[in-house]
């Protein structure tokens, strides 16, 4: 018996996506447009349509139509998949944004009512051709990946890139070794080897390749004694005539990779040391930890939050206040190759609130939407203590003198509502607060991410 078949549904708010309040100024937005988004990663199941929308066939050819809506940060933004003609149930288990890269989105969709989910996942590319060309957005599915291997793809090891001529681009996946060990049945895994999958649209075929780091690369990573580690928690896109991308460990550091090279170059690029040293890092550093490539920069934010033990015998979250640091390196080159030589110490420190307590937030009218935890006597806590903060996100505006960033909050890591707020780093405002849908999250986990692809398209954000 096929237990997951009674096991994978999806969720009850997964078939109701949250209504786009209008505020005044979204006409405006709607006229200018919205350069970058907040984008939730998971989809709604909703037979929703607008000028987004494009269309596809699954592989058992039946239509799949996917359509974006659009809202100014902190607000989020969504994406909906539906079969037309059919119901909910022909997509068993939510889609999901694997990668994004300007105006290219990648993303996991499963058909199947029957819910075969080893045999029936595919990968599909949305691409925003209307802004360049005038055309309408285009939806494309690619070739299966042979066996069970693409099960192992998912948002932390997948990157998009967009070649010179636009409608050309790659897939890359850089995943542990294991994952390729089908090709040879002999092979035998040394420390710094992955396994690299590529598809290139100019040949519509995937291929595999085992990459390495070498001992210098190895060596950086200081842990004395201890097997090279890299969890890929994140993928960048430098670009540059060599491909390169970046595969990125939040907690440790940044595996560059050139996926244009014919035998692909890999090099290291340590993260910062971090500020708070002996904490235990594991998890999902993607709740602490932020990175982005703009206008030539590699920006990089780290949280920490600070504990109050009293706390924990009056509240179901004892959170007394966070600390983040924004910091960035030039890209040093469209090559793996130029950052050999790389170290910890190339990063250079932006800006940091040193506590929640540096927020200014005299008559600041947003503070108003932010709920405040009682202490044990019933008094509110001070301004942002006593929340669960998480998630950053940083603003990809591409304006030079933006230092803000986006975090998550909730009353409990198991609250199903949740706020997002925009705080600027340098001069320490809180400059906006907005909900989020949390209904589907029954704890706190990685859910949004940056995105440019509002840039490309116009009319997210209408439903007919």
């Known amino acids: 018996m096929d237990t997951q078949k009674y096991f994978i549904h ?21 006229a200018a447009g919205i350069p970058w988004v907040l984008l939730d990663l998971e989809a709604y199941v909703a037979d929703h349509r607008n ?39 022909e997509i068993p288990i939510e889609p999901k944004i694997l990668a994004m890269d300007e105006g290219l989105v990648l993303l996991r969709i499963f058909v199947s009512p029957e819910k075969e989910l080893n045999r029936d996942r595919d990968f599909y590319l949305y691409q925003a051709n209307g802004a360049e060309d005038g055309g309408p957005p285009s939806l494309i599915r690619l070739p299966r990946l ?20 636009k409608t050309d681009f790659i897939v890359a996946a850089l995943c542990d070794v294991d994952a390729g060990r089908f090709m040879d049945e002999g092979f035998k895994e040394r420390e710094g080897q992955f396994a690299l999958f590529v598809y290139n649209s100019k040949c ?7 990459v390495s780091l070498d001992h210098q690369q190895l060596r950086k990573q200081p842990v004395p004694g201890e097997w090279f580690l890299h969890f890929n928690s994140k993928v960048i896109t430098i670009g540059g005539e060599a491909g390169t991308m970046g595969f990125v460990d939040l907690w ?27 904490r235990l890092r594991r998890g999902e550093a993607g709740l602490h930890r932020d990175i982005a490539v703009i206008r030539g920069q590699i920006k990089y934010v780290e949280l920490e939050t600070t504990g109050d033990p009293s706390l924990f015998r009056t509240r179901r979250y004892a ?47 947003h503070l108003e939407l932010l709920p405040r935890p009682e202490d044990k006597e019933g008094r509110p806590l001070p301004p942002f203590k006593g929340l669960a903060i998480c998630h950053p996100a940083l603003s990809l505006s591409g304006d030079g003198d933006d230092d803000t960033v986006y975090f ?57």
């Open 252 to 278: 440790r550091g940044i595996i560059l990779c050139d996926v244009l090279e014919g035998n692909p170059n890999l090099s290291y690029v340590p993260l910062p040391k971090p500020k708070v040293q002996g």
């Open 10 to 30: 999806l969720q009850k708010g997964t078939l109701h996506p949250p209504v786009l309040w209008r505020r005044p100024e979204d006409d405006d937005d709607a």
């Open 146 to 165: 042979p066996g069970l291997v693409r099960c192992l793809f998912d948002y932390d090891n997948v990157g998009l890139l967009r070649c010179n001529e």
């Open 408 to 464: 998550m909050n909730k009353m409990f890591p198991g609250d199903d509502k949740a706020w997002v707020i925009a705080v600027n780093m340098r001069t320490k405002e809180l400059l906006g607060v907005a909900r989020f849908a949390a209904e589907r999250t029954d704890v706190v986990i990685f859910t949004y991410a940056h995105s440019r692809i509002s840039k490309y398209l116009t009319g997210g954000g209408i439903i007919y």
């Open 204 to 210: 519509q075929a995937w291929s595999v390749n085992v």
């Open 319 to 365: 959170n007394d206040g966070w600390m983040a640091w924004k910091y960035s390196r030039p890209v040093a080159a469209a090559n793996s190759a130029a950052a050999a030589n790389s170290s910890s110490d190339d990063w250079r420190m932006e800006c940091a609130i040193g506590s929640s307590d540096d927020i200014c937030v005299d008559d600041n009218p």
């Open 51 to 89: 000028a987004t929308t494009a269309y596809s066939l699954s592989e058992s050819a039946k239509e799949i139509q996917v359509t974006f809506f659009f809202a100014r940060p902190p607000r989020f933004s969504y994406f909906c998949v539906f079969c037309p003609g059919r119901d909910h149930t």
